[in-house]
Structures are given as C-alpha cells and as structure tokens.
C-alpha cells in the first residue's frame, strides 16, 4: 500500500518529519490505515508508484551525471525520453529496487525502519546469487508527500529470472507491495513495476513499463535530498 485515498495536509507534514527524523509516510512499502481512511485500489497504487522518483546513492562509474553529493535522479519522462548512453552499470544491468521501510502497510517509527533496512542489507549480502554491485537508492514523490529509503542492486542480464525470484522472495519477507525493475535498450531506460503478490502481477502484467529521464539537477526538494543514507 502507498497512499490515502484523500491527498490530506498531515501526509506532506508527516513526509517532512521524516525527512528530519520522524518516520516515514507512504511508498512502496506501505503505510498505517487510520480508522476513517480506506486504501486505494491497486490500479490506484500502481499509477502512484510509477511517478515515484528514484534517487541511486554513490552508483559506480556515474559520478559524470549524478549530483555533486552524488545522487543520480531518474524522474518518469514527461514526453518521449532521449536515447543516451548510459554508464556501463546501467546499460548492461538489469537493476532491481526495493525496501523493509513500513512493513505490513504500517507506518513504522524512524528506528524500526532502519533497523529492518539493516537487517535486509545483510540479507542482500548473503544472497545465494550475488549482484555485480549494490548502493543505496531512496524513491520519493513530491507530490504525494513521501519519502522511503532502501537498496538497488545490479545483476547481469542472464540472471534476471533467478535475480528476480530472489529479490521477490526478500520483498516477501519483508512484507513489501511491489519492487522496481530497471532495464535499458538502445540507449533508453524503463522501469517496471513488480508486485510480490502473484495475482495482483498477473493482474498487472499488461502494463507498459514507464520511460524514464535522468534528472540533470537535483529536484527542488527536501524531500530528495542525499540525507543519511
């Protein structure tokens, strides 16, 4: 789960405590339902999480077109995305990435969302099928008001299917919605949307993956500051 129904003004107060330490409000992890809200379907869900954008901490080999403090910004494409050549990281990757923050749709405390981050980092560590590297990432929307942190990690395209299962299973444990898949072909970047319940993927699977642009200054944010990753 991911948002209210009604875009209410505690959700954005709530994102910028976050930011400063509080917890988290939504994101692909989820969020606590409060009596009188109900969540949104996941046709809802869905379109949420593909404006999401998706900020890559410290990515090898792309210091040339991420931010000075290190942060590479990939937003969905208003329009038709530019072909451009991506670092080599990128272009002969698939990427997946995911979170522990808010589990069970509920709206953890700052410390118990770092906590399962750490211990889903040890998880990643100790994956039976290695990533050819892993950083940390943080997805955000402006709009809606929120903000969760968690890890990418880049694998070879031939081990996408059993990448895929791993990443899933650890989702699963981690009571997580959905996950990102990052693909590049011909110079363009697109983003798939997986959910980790089986129907509700099958329900999905249409769905076109979302074009992505690369973000050639930071957004004008708080939200998508570096912070303490």
Same mark, same amino acid.
């Given at each position: +789960?991911? %948002?209210?129904?009604?875009?209410?003004? $505690?959700?954005?107060?709530?994102?910028?405590?976050? =930011? #400063?330490?509080?917890? $988290?409000?939504? *994101?692909?992890?989820?969020?606590?339902?409060?009596?009188?809200?109900?969540?949104? !379907?996941?046709?809802?869900? +869905?379109? #949420?999480?593909?404006?999401? $954008?998706?900020? @890559?901490? !410290? %990515?090898?080999?792309?210091?040339?077109?991420?931010?000075?403090?290190?942060? #590479?910004? #990939? &937003?969905? &494409?208003?329009? &038709?995305?530019?072909? @451009?050549?991506?670092?080599?990281?990128?272009?002969?990757? %698939?990427? =997946?990435? =995911?979170?522990?923050?808010?589990?069970? *749709?509920?709206?953890?405390?700052?410390?118990?969302?770092?906590? &399962?981050n750490i211990r889903l980092e040890a998880d990643i560590e100790s994956l039976r099928l290695h990533p050819r590297a892993t950083w940390r990432s943080f997805g955000f929307n402006d709009k809606e008001g929120w903000r969760e942190e968690g890890f990418s990690l880049a694998y070879d395209p031939a081990e996408r299917r059993f990448a895929r299962s791993e990443v899933g299973r650890l989702a699963g444990k981690y009571h997580q919605a959905a996950f990102y898949v990052y693909t590049c072909s011909d110079g363009i970047l697109s983003r798939e949307t997986v959910w980790v319940d089986a129907a509700t993927q099958r329900a999905h699977a249409a769905e076109a993956p979302v074009r992505m642009t690369l973000l050639r200054k930071p957004p004008d944010s708080q939200l998508g500051a570096r912070g303490k990753l």
């Open positions: +789960s991911m %948002v209210f129904c009604r875009r209410v003004a $505690v959700l954005r107060r709530a994102a910028l405590r976050t =930011f #400063l330490g509080g917890t $988290v409000a939504a *994101g692909l992890g989820g969020l606590r339902v409060l009596a009188a809200e109900k969540l949104p !379907d996941t046709d809802t869900l +869905s379109s #949420l999480y593909a404006e999401a $954008v998706e900020a @890559m901490v !410290d %990515v090898p080999g792309c210091d040339a077109i991420s931010s000075p403090e290190g942060v #590479l910004y #990939l &937003a969905p &494409a208003s329009g &038709a995305p530019v072909p @451009m050549e991506w670092p080599k990281i990128i272009s002969r990757s %698939v990427i =997946f990435s =995911f979170t522990a923050w808010n589990p069970n *749709g509920q709206t953890a405390p700052d410390a118990a969302n770092t906590a &399962a």
